[in-house]
């Protein structure tokens, strides 16, 4: 007991400060040098990219030192909602490309000028915009569309076999256009509330794709077709247990560019 709290309490005598510092960076970084495409849909949780999970994304690339370039497209979004009061603004129209701008700090591309030879790896964030803006799943369900530069860039990377990451809604883009994809959107069942959109699994394999049970803090792997998913904020949980699952679906991605 005496020697338990002693430990807690005095600082290790045998770690000067640098060897401290060198041992949080072997933690912290791990140096991938993978170039990864991250593919915005605007900016905000109801009408565009879940804004907590694209700085979920960029912050572990970031610490796993990959080189990241910014993507959305240039089209106007489905509905511009206003966030205080979770309710269509009728008279307003954004674009995708000018909202996600926001968030990539002014330094994004047209999603049309994105091209898979350039690019180790890609990266949807999840949100509502995934749903609106980049397909009409939203709208549609099991019968949606997907934008077409966003199928093209699915079809392109996974004939190329470069790893494809989604989060939160968007593995419904690879469920429609990667037949026989596995993917997660966490849990089947609502579960007293944690789930609230446990329906999306079904629609999942309405799609003609296979769904994986995962918990938040989780990624699954397909590693046939080189997908790699994670349940983020379709569960409804604290901040940090979505922010350690995406790092989970990050670190995968990263793995599988063997780079
Ligand atoms: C913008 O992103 C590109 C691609 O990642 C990078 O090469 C460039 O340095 C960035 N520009 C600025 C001003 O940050
Ligand atoms: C993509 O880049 C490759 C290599 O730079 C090039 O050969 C190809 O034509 C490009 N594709 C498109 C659609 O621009
Ligand atoms: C205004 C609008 O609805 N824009 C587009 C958002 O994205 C979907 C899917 O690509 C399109 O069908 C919409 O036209």
């Known amino acids: 007991m005496l020697a338990v709290r002693s430990l807690i309490s005095k600082p290790c005598p045998f770690l000067v400060k640098s060897q401290i510092a060198s041992l949080i960076h072997t933690s912290a970084n791990s140096h991938s040098s993978a170039k990864v495409a991250v593919v915005l849909s605007g900016c905000g949780v109801y009408d565009g990219t879940e804004i907590h999970e694209a700085s979920a994304i960029l912050v572990h690339l970031s610490r796993e030192g990959a080189e990241v370039q910014m993507f959305a497209p240039d089209v106007t979004q489905m509905h511009v909602i206003d ?143 080189k997908v790699v998913t994670s349940p983020a904020f379709m569960c409804d949980t604290k901040l940090h247990h979505i922010f350690d699952g995406i790092g989970a679906m990050v670190r995968d991605v990263l793995k599988l560019t063997g780079k």
């Open 83 to 225: 966030h205080g009061k979770g309710q269509p603004a009728e008279k307003e129209s954004r674009n995708v490309l000018a909202e996600s701008a926001r968030i990539a700090r002014g330094n994004i591309t047209d999603l049309a000028k994105l091209n898979a030879s350039n690019h180790d790896a890609v990266i949807f964030p999840g949100g509502f915009g995934a749903a609106k803006n980049l397909s009409t799943f939203a709208v549609d369900g099991k019968d949606c569309s997907v934008n077409k530069e966003v199928e093209r860039i699915l079809k392109d990377f996974h004939k190329a076999r470069k790893p494809i990451g989604l989060c939160c809604i968007s593995p419904v883009l690879a469920a429609k256009v990667l037949p026989g994809v596995e993917v997660t959107v966490g849990h089947e069942e609502e579960q007293g509330g944690k789930w609230p959109y446990a329906g999306t699994a079904h629609a999942i394999t309405a799609l003609g794709a296979k769904h994986k049970i995962k918990g938040v803090t989780e990624a699954h792997v397909d590693p046939k077709n």
